[in-house]
């Protein structure tokens, strides 16, 4: 029994020196080198990034290198992306290396890349990748898969306006995502309905998956109809200026922050704001002025106290000239 297995532990090995007659295998430093042969070995050196993001792109840099003696010749590549994985039209899979030397590789080997597109819903985790590679007349070929890793750094939010006065508006943001956010700060950016007063961006520092913090600005609403001419605009049953009808307006809150993987990413909300409370401190600065005016003219009230004093002053005046007449 034991010269058996013997005997088949010593064909196994001479198996796996011997590819065909007159070669052989011989382990050194930079890797096993076959005499008498030609001998390519195809292998994924790096992806950057390091884990592909999904909806975005990677490249995968191939290494190709003979550890045979003899020349490889006609050598050609072609990438098989399958999904999640995909090359933008007109790009071509196919990469023709022409002639391989005998032990070129290491420093000397061929490194080819590919920027390969990632499907928006691939899975995290490894991927497969296939590629082919074939020498000589290019009638036989071989196939090699490699583990193309993917990851959504990516995380989510949500923008609410909690609660505005005169002087403060206050926003509650929630990560909605499955990932953390940090270095998180949120800033309102220029934009043309509404001003802010003081500081337009807040640190909130880290926020994980499913927490949520408050931030606070002065935010004035400049959608106010015909703000170079206040008289023209339409006023409420209180004088003051009215906006649109619905008194709401969407203002954009940009979020930046940095993903798991280092990343700095930005993400902007329109989010429903009140204009009326928003705008309150500027239509309140008008107010005293527009309750006396509208559509450019004196209101019917005011025309009514201008005339009242103008009998007034006429009668005053018709008693004092009857009374020199009278002394006269």
Do not use: C, W
């Not at 007159?22 to 050194?28: E, K, L, M, P, V």
């Not at 030397?101 to 290491?106: A, D, K, M």
């Amino acid at each position: 029994m034991k010269k058996v297995l013997y005997l088949i532990i010593a064909i196994s090995i001479l198996s796996s020196i011997t590819l065909v007659e007159g070669s052989s295998a011989i382990s050194t430093t930079s890797g096993v080198i076959f005499t008498g042969v030609s001998y390519l070995q195809i292998s994924l050196v790096n992806q950057n990034p390091s884990s592909a993001d999904p909806g975005s792109y990677v490249d995968l840099l191939f290494k190709v290198e003979n550890m045979g003696t003899e020349n490889a010749e006609n050598v050609t590549l072609e990438l098989l992306p399958e999904y999640p994985f995909y090359l933008d039209s007109g790009v071509s899979a196919v990469n023709n290396l022409g002639t391989v030397n005998g032990l070129q590789n290491g420093n000397n080997a061929f490194l080819v890349k590919y920027k390969v597109k990632v499907d928006k819903d691939a899975v995290n985790g490894d991927n497969e990748i296939k590629l082919k590679y074939s020498d000589g007349d290019s009638l036989s070929y071989s196939i090699v898969t490699f583990n193309v890793s993917v990851s959504n750094p990516r995380t989510d939010f949500d923008v609410i306006v909690q609660g505005s006065t005169d002087t403060s508006t206050t926003m509650a943001i929630a990560n909605i995502g499955a990932n953390s956010a940090y270095s998180t700060i949120v800033r309102i950016p220029q934009q043309e309905n509404f001003m802010v007063s003081g500081a337009s961006a807040s640190i909130i520092g880290n926020l994980d998956a499913g927490d949520y913090t408050l931030v606070s600005f002065q935010i004035s609403s400049m959608n106010i109809a015909n703000v170079s001419n206040p008289s023209r605009a339409p006023l409420t049953s209180s004088g003051r200026f009215i906006t649109n009808p619905s008194n709401i307006n969407n203002i954009t809150v940009e979020i930046s922050y940095t993903d798991e993987l280092g990343i700095r990413r930005v993400v902007q909300k329109q989010v429903p704001f009140n204009v009326m409370s928003g705008a309150s401190t500027y239509l309140n600065r008008t107010q005293s002025t527009s309750s006396l005016f509208g559509n450019g003219n004196l209101s019917s009230n005011g025309l009514t106290y201008i005339a009242i004093g103008a009998v007034g002053i006429v009668i005053v005046v018709a008693i004092f000239k009857i009374r020199k007449r009278k002394k006269k």
